[in-house]
């Protein structure tokens, strides 16, 4: 054997057995015959993934969604790659917060656990990720990470694997569920008198009132009462009037404030009105 044919079988042993790197994709062949017929050494394979909505809130004791969808951003040269990308959820997450990944539908989220999808060129899919929120966790935000890794694949064989393509944050915000506020009027020694009365918050350790002389002014505190209390009484002059909120306090954290109360004690009965916000 010539020294010249010594040294192309050499080139062409490394070429069969070694690997191909293209930008940021790497190709780990599992035999020949897959380094032979992908010709990935031209191209570049990728993964683009966004979620929406881009910030989840969550309240306590309660389950919330959103979807992340993943797109084949390879370059032209390897639209005839097929990629498998594989979802996974990386990261921790505080205590009392828990997330997985379902397959999304076109009207929502199933039961089903998220596995590897085979994108093809250009194609995309859709994950669903849900978070809860225990009702005692004392977290008020976490952040979910949701890594995708991409697999060659020809036909139904994995041929190779390329590095995680893409990687999706999700912040997510904890909140207190607002309490709902109702009213019955009452009369008390000449007086107009009010009860108010609310749903209860699991875990509330304490509710705050709120009182402004209109609807949309500024609220200021009128009192606190203990989180096992779900209802208090006041009284008001004749002539007086003036709006009424409350919130519920959760592990530290404050709920958004209720629907208004507006209280009027003119020169008949007194009345309470309701308004949604």
Not at 68 to 92: E, F, H, I, K, Y
Not at 192 to 212: D, H, L, N, P
Not at 252 to 261: D, L, M, Q, V, Y
């Amino acid at each position: 054997m010539s020294p010249r044919t010594l040294l192309l079988a050499a080139v062409v042993g490394v070429l069969l057995i070694g690997g191909a790197t293209t930008g940021g994709t790497h190709a780990s062949w599992v035999s020949r015959a897959n380094l032979q017929t992908a010709g990935v050494s031209s191209a570049t394979m990728g993964l683009g993934a966004t979620a929406s909505p881009t910030t989840l809130e969550v309240e306590r004791g309660s389950t919330e969604s959103t979807r992340v969808t993943v797109t084949d951003t390879s370059s032209t040269a390897a639209r005839n790659l097929r990629q498998r990308a594989t979802p996974t959820l990386t990261g921790s997450l505080p205590t009392g917060i828990t997330a997985s990944l379902t397959t999304a539908t076109a009207n929502g989220c199933t039961a089903t656990a998220q596995g590897a999808v085979d994108l093809a060129p250009g194609g995309s899919f859709t994950t669903c990720v849900t978070v809860s929120a225990s009702a005692s966790t004392t977290a008020t935000s976490a952040t979910v990470r949701l890594s995708y890794s991409g697999a060659q694949v020809r036909g139904t064989t994995v041929a190779g694997w390329t590095t995680a393509a893409q990687t999706v944050t999700v912040p997510v915000t904890i909140v207190v569920t607002e309490p709902v506020l109702d009213c019955s009027p009452g009369n008390a020694n000449g007086q107009g008198s009010y009860t108010f009365s609310w749903s209860a918050i699991t875990g509330a350790t304490a509710y705050r009132f709120y009182r402004a002389t209109t609807q949309n002014g500024t609220y200021s505190l009128a009192g606190t009462v203990p989180g096992s209390q779900t209802q208090v009484s006041t009284t008001l002059d004749r002539g007086e009037s003036g709006f009424v909120r409350v919130t519920a306090v959760v592990g530290g954290t404050e709920s958004a404030r209720s629907n208004a109360i507006r209280l009027q004690r003119g020169n008949g009965a007194p009345t309470c009105t309701e308004y949604a916000s």
